[in-house]
């Protein structure tokens, strides 16, 4: 159940919100299968710790931290994922894996990957592993104010072989 205290937080300004409720799903990418849409359609929370300072880092389910882009854009010099133990006491009132991108409710700065201001709406978790949350993502800028840059690793390339020639065999009739 998403918190009463992300409900009135988003009420309290005014911001218009869904409920979604689903599975049980621990990460971000679960949450995206148990809920059947992309998982670059989903954001998840990720807490860093950049200079002993934790921020929430903002990026879609489907991609992955470059830690030495927050820690260039934010102008730290040390960044590195926080441990459960760091960051738990920052959000008392949800499950620990299911902090939400909320930095002025629970006093944190926040950084959202520049792929997600592009979508129209944000589906992400509230607190909770069974209910999720979306809203539109103009809604949530004005609401946080967050830094907004590239923070996602690019894509791996595949390694693309070049076709052998088949060399053909033939027996003597």
Excluded at 10 to 29: I, K
Excluded at 128 to 140: K, N, V
Aim: charged content about 25%.
């Amino acid at each position: 159940m998403i918190p009463e205290s992300i409900q009135h937080y988003l009420r309290r300004n005014r911001v218009r919100f869904e409920r979604y409720w689903h599975p049980h799903a621990v990460s971000a990418q679960e949450l995206a299968e148990a809920l059947h849409v992309s998982g670059w359609r989903v954001a998840k929370s990720v807490i860093v710790m950049a200079d002993r300072q934790p921020w929430i880092v903002v990026v879609p389910a489907a991609g992955t931290v470059d830690l030495h882009k927050v820690r260039d854009i934010i102008g730290a010099r040390n960044v590195r994922l926080a441990t459960e133990s760091e960051f738990s006491s920052y959000f008392p009132d949800c499950e620990v894996g299911a902090e939400p991108p909320f930095g002025e409710l629970y006093k944190l700065p926040v950084a959202v990957d520049e792929s997600l201001s592009l979508t129209e709406r944000l589906l992400f978790r509230a607190g909770s592993h069974e209910e999720a949350l979306e809203m539109r993502f103009q809604d949530f800028a004005t609401l946080e104010w967050p830094l907004v840059a590239a923070f996602i690793q690019a894509p791996q390339r595949q390694m693309v072989s070049t076709p052998q020639p088949q060399l053909e065999s033939h027996a003597p009739a």
